[in-house]
């Protein structure tokens, strides 16, 4: 709250981040799920006793490895810069904890980024240049390197959601730093790194697919089989493994987290089923529709499988991955990290303070007193709803709030400033911070918004303009 604010009308910044992190998560757990499957697949064809079609495998798989090399190299390397840009506009106060907290694992990840980056280079460039028992050592290291980008940025993503009670214990006191690895290797660390790796594995297989699809089967049917055949495979161990991760994964949860699945949170649809239990179901179903596609136009009828079948699979990986990452997020509420920081940048600690001593007057960067452009509500309703609700658009405060008055909504938002124990939106909205006086001047703005006055008799025309 010690930052501007970042608007997005309509959409919201968090779909900011969210859209850029689905196409980055999908890029880069393939840049890891294919740094083992290139030089799983070149061993393979290096040692395969028909040398014709070893030889063809390998020409293929050069071909793969440029797709690889641009997809990775590229599209990876800018939404990974764009996420830092949309989290650094949307959760500064976050950020600036990330970094503090893990500079050296911010440190080691680029180090590892280096080298991947270097590795694919020189594995694409080499092909055929130098000694291939060496071009296979590049495939390894590459593989090495990437799985080390996803050993590291798991802690740190999982941590946001369990950041652990020893971590809790010193947060605020500057003792943070000393507690490095406990809050790397938190509650969740261990099934969301066997969970993002059998996701790796399978967008491996997702997309060598693609590359083995643009396969002429009329002129090279055996190799289009067999490669078709091989990366199907690759499909398979993580959906035998995700749902038992994905319980485990949800056992180290704590339960007020838990809880969020069970809870009808959406008032759209409002049903038993919340957003994130409708998520895991997506998952569930985009998942098992992947295997049928897959195993019936890919592994039954390798030579007929074709680009439009490929892009299918994408496809539906990409709505699986989205709402995968949808469904952490929606878990981590009402925090930005759990039980630390709520999705707002108001820190739980400063909660106590900020209600004494006002919301604004803390909050320098968004009011600047009376040179301001926007009144107290609106600076209050920017500062600690904007991060999640916009006015008009996602989760839209005139279509929730519509049909009630303002006293209706003063009544609703004192019930988020006290909080109470047994109050529902506890669980996936941070208290309302602030006097007395901010609930007033949020309510007013909100109800102007909601109700807006009817328009006023036409004013006489100006006779001068400024
Ligand atoms: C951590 C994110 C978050 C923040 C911050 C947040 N909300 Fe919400 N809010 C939600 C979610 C999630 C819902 C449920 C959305 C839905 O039902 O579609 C919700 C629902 C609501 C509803 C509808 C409640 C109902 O019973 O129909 C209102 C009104 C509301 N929020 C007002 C506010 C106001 C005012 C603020 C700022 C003081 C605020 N929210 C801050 C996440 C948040």
Not at 261 to 270: C, E, Y
Not at 361 to 386: D, K, L, M, V
Request: hydrophobic share 45%; glycine share 8%; proline share 5%.
């Amino acid at each position: 709250m010690n930052y501007p604010f970042w608007e997005i009308p309509y959409l919201g910044s968090g779909w900011v981040i969210g859209i850029i992190a689905i196409f980055h998560v999908m890029i880069s757990q393939f840049a890891v799920g294919g740094g083992l499957y290139l030089p799983m697949a070149e061993r393979k064809a290096m040692r395969m006793g028909d040398k014709q079609m070893g030889a063809e495998w390998l020409k293929q798989l050069a071909s793969h490895s440029k797709f690889f090399l641009i997809l990775t190299a590229v599209f990876g390397t800018v939404s990974g810069v764009g996420i830092w840009f949309a989290i650094g506009l949307t959760h500064p106060e976050a950020t600036s904890t990330l970094i503090h907290n893990f500079v050296f694992g911010w440190a080691m990840e680029w180090v590892f980024f280096i080298v991947e980056l270097t590795t694919i280079a020189v594995y694409y460039y080499t092909w055929g240049r130098i000694d291939p028992k060496l071009h296979l050592k590049v495939g390894w290291v590459y593989a090495g390197a990437s799985v080390f980008t996803l050993i590291i940025i798991n802690g740190i993503l999982s941590f946001m959601l369990t950041p652990g009670d020893t971590w809790i214990g010193v947060a605020g006191n500057g003792q943070e730093a000393g507690k490095f690895w406990n809050a790397f290797f938190n509650p969740t660390y261990w099934p969301s790194l066997f969970l993002r790796t059998c996701v790796s594995i399978s967008l491996a297989g997702v997309w060598a697919l693609i590359t083995a699809s643009r396969i002429d089967g009329d002129k090279h049917p055996a190799l289009k089989e067999s490669k078709v055949k091989w990366s199907v495979q690759w499909l398979v161990p993580s959906f035998v493994a995700m749902p038992f991760l994905m319980i485990w994964y949800y056992m180290m949860v704590p339960a007020s987290q838990q809880a969020l699945l069970t809870l009808g949170i959406d008032t759209i649809n409002a049903g038993t089923f919340s957003a994130v239990t409708r998520m895991a179901l997506v998952i569930i179903v985009t998942s098992a529709t992947i295997v049928g596609v897959a195993y019936y136009l890919a592994y039954r009828n390798p030579l007929e499988f074709n680009l439009s079948h490929a892009l299918s699979i994408l496809l539906l990986a990409l709505i699986a991955t989205g709402a995968g990452e949808y469904s952490r997020e929606m878990l981590r509420k009402p925090f930005v990290i759990g039980r630390w920081m709520y999705s707002n940048g108001v820190r739980v600690n400063n909660v106590a303070h900020l209600n004494d001593t006002g919301y604004l007057p803390n909050s320098e960067w968004i009011w600047n007193g009376s040179a301001s452009s926007y009144s107290h509500g609106e600076a209050i309703f920017r500062g600690e709803c904007g991060s999640c609700h916009t006015l008009a658009g996602y989760r839209s405060l005139n279509a929730l709030l519509a049909g009630r008055d303002r006293a209706n909504i003063a009544n609703f938002i004192t019930m988020l400033h006290e909080h109470m124990s047994d109050s529902p939106y506890r669980r996936f909205m941070p208290p309302m911070v602030g006097t007395k006086q901010d609930v007033d001047d949020l309510a007013d703005y909100l109800n102007a918004q909601v109700n807006p006055p009817p328009p006023a008799a036409p004013k006489p025309l100006l006779t001068a303009h400024k």
